[in-house]
């Protein structure tokens, strides 16, 4: 009887347990690009709410969408930093690619 409770609470401990919600590393390419259409259309609102608009339909997110995710993900440490891995590594493959729009250091140089 002992082991049906047992094994009864241990099931509900493991079903209560919630897996993040966020897809990390899709929220972390829209920020990234966010970043980078920010400072492209720097001074230019209309252009930039246009590319931003543009980035959100690429991802199939909604601005309210990710702005609930970003803040999800600042709750959990280790969701956070798994976010700023992916964003950093995100970063590097524009570089890599040679996307002209991205000038910022190397992502070994930025620290958390």
Same mark, same amino acid.
């Given at each position: 009887? @002992?082991?049906?409770?047992?094994?009864?609470? !241990?099931?509900?401990?493991? *079903?209560?347990? %919630?897996?993040? @919600?966020?897809?990390?590393?899709? !929220?972390?390419?829209? =920020?990234?690009?966010? &970043?980078? !259409?920010? %400072?492209?259309?720097? +001074? &230019?609102?209309? *252009?930039?709410?246009? %590319?931003?608009?543009?980035?959100?339909?690429? =991802?199939?997110?909604?601005?309210?969408? #990710?702005?609930?995710? #970003?803040?999800?993900?600042?709750? +959990?440490?280790?969701?956070?930093?798994?976010?700023?891995?992916?964003?950093?590594? #995100? &970063?590097?493959?524009?570089?890599?690619?040679?996307?002209?729009?991205? *000038? &910022?250091?190397?992502?070994?140089?930025?620290?958390?």
């Amino acid at each position: 009887m @002992k082991i049906v409770f047992i094994s009864l609470f !241990v099931v509900l401990l493991l *079903s209560c347990k %919630e897996e993040p @919600k966020v897809d990390v590393e899709t !929220v972390a390419k829209i =920020y990234v690009d966010l &970043l980078v !259409v920010e %400072e492209t259309f720097r +001074g &230019l609102p209309d *252009s930039l709410d246009q %590319e931003k608009e543009k980035i959100f339909s690429k =991802y199939n997110f909604t601005e309210d969408q #990710y702005n609930n995710s #970003y803040r999800e993900m600042q709750q +959990g440490t280790e969701i956070w930093e798994q976010f700023f891995t992916s964003a950093l590594a #995100y &970063l590097d493959t524009l570089r890599a690619k040679g996307d002209p729009r991205v *000038s &910022l250091p190397d992502s070994s140089q930025v620290q958390f």
